[in-house]
């Protein structure tokens, strides 16, 4: 029975945190409650790469983010997603870079596409529920092309490509604002010429009819290959239908690429808006310089050179510490913050880890839990709080940080003079450490930071070996201790500096060692 009533709290407190949820609409630039979430499950598109060549941290940033806000969709507010990406493996960029290295486009895609998923995996980015490639759906997306040709929103050009008409869509413009040029229909052949005998200038290719020496598929209307837009619209479709519960990418994709998605969709499908959230995230630029990273601009940073600087963790730590809609700046002292932050939660699940085992003293009070417990629910309030407004992990992280402090002036009470330990255990801040302790470790694990998930202790082997690395270990670690015993009882200076050598050598080969009085605890950093 009491089981039963506190799943029932539960659900209901799950249920207020989805409806106090308010995200930010780009159409009418305010923060909007959420919609949809009443229903078994809720869809989340997001737009993947155009596997061309390697990704890059720009590439990192997006994907990143857009884990963490569905890791907080589903773990903060227990809304059930179920989650496509797609990969684009046949383009432009894929034709001419295969052709320059000369080789076959098919291999050129492939290739990139197994590293893509590689490095999202090396990046602690879950992987889709559905993976959608553009060239198993070529038949999906003639079926689509006709059907906006027979419904009279696009038109077959001269050379055989097929455009829509944005003139057709009275709401041509609704994530971003555009001025619809006049037709050029009627023009001299020179002004005809320079927009592909396409009747406005905004015009976009749903097909692109066939070139010498280029793949191609066979369709009613002409032979050749999908524009890039009507890609993603097909296999959305194909799996949510005509409605998407969140769609999301970078905000360069927002025009024209997700505007022509939605035009398209909502004209194909017949409803008055396709996607119900659009999610944008902000760009990644280096430090010094204001435009995004980009292939084109060769100021990249691939994410195989990010892994050989930093940690995963280090990287999404970035990326949490700043609003998910905001542009990255990428740099050393961006990058050293991320770094000390990162590091400020790993050193105190040590410390606290030490403390609940006894090696640093146990503090005691008159009302040992109280204040450490209220200070727990005021920091839940805090960031249910802050999460609901449109996913502010910034202002999360600082209040899960001030936590940190005051659990860590709670364990530190007796190294200042605290309380006698003559006192009763009972009436220790044990159990209320470990509460705090534990709710700090499910928020960031909540956020997709590995190595604060596992087991420090797990984290560094010997050629494989758990079991021989921690023996090792602890065997090094009892001689210091043994060594520094000796030192305290005779004063020696130079066991001291032997202590100080053995800990020096331990942390650069990973194991971080500290002392509390006459024990000493240790972990792998």
Known sequence: MFQRSLWIRRFCSNKQLAADLRLYDGRSKEKVALRGEQKPYLSFYTCGPTVYDSAHIGHASCYI??????????????????????????????????????????????????????????????????????????????????????KGYAYR????????????????GKLQKVILEPSVTGHDEPVAAAFGHKRHPSDFALWKASKPNEPMWEAGFSNGRPGWHIECSTMASHIFGNRL???????????????????????????????????HTGQLHLAGQTH???????NTISIAELLDAHSADEFRMLCLLSHYRSAIEYGPETMSTASNVWRKFVTFFHDSKAYVDGLKPATYSA?????????????QANINKHLAND??????????????????????????????????????????V????RY?????????LQTIESSPDTSMLVAGKPAQSRALVEAMVKIRSDIRQRAAETKDAQLYRVCDQLRDGLRTAGVEVKDHGKETSWSFS
């Open 367 to 379: 009302a040992p839990e109280s204040s450490l417990f209220d200070s727990l629910l005021h920091v």
């Open 157 to 172: 050009a001269d050379d055989g490509s097929v455009y829509f008409e944005t003139g057709k869509y009275e709401r041509y």
């Open 245 to 279: 519960d969140f769609h999301a990418g970078g905000l360069d994709l927002r025009f024209p690429h997700h505007e022509n998605e939605e035009t398209q969709s909502c004209c194909y499908h017949g409803v008055q808006d396709w996607v119900t959230h659009w999610l």
């Open 292 to 298: 995004k990273m980009s292939k084109s601009l060769k």
């Open 434 to 437: 470990l509460a705090a302790t």
């Open 65 to 150: 983010r857009l884990d963490i806000l569905q890791r907080i969709l589903r773990h903060h507010f227990q809304l059930p997603l179920v989650t496509a990406m797609n990969v684009t493996d046949i383009d432009d960029k894929i034709i001419v870079r295969a052709q320059e290295i000369g080789t076959g486009w098919k291999q050129l895609a492939h290739r990139y596409e197994e590293e893509f998923w590689t490095d999202l995996r090396r990046l602690n980015v879950r992987p889709p529920d559905v993976k959608l490639r553009v060239t198993d759906h070529i038949q999906a997306i003639i079926r689509f092309v006709q059907t906006l040709i027979d």
């Open 391 to 432: 996913f502010n992990t910034a202002s999360s992280l600082l209040a899960l940080a001030e936590l940190v402090s005051t659990v860590q002036r709670t364990m530190n009470t007796n190294e200042r003079g605290g309380a006698p330990e003559s006192q009763l255990i009972g009436a220790s801040n044990v159990g209320a």
């Open 440 to 448: 700090i470790r499910e928020q960031l694990h909540a956020f997709g």
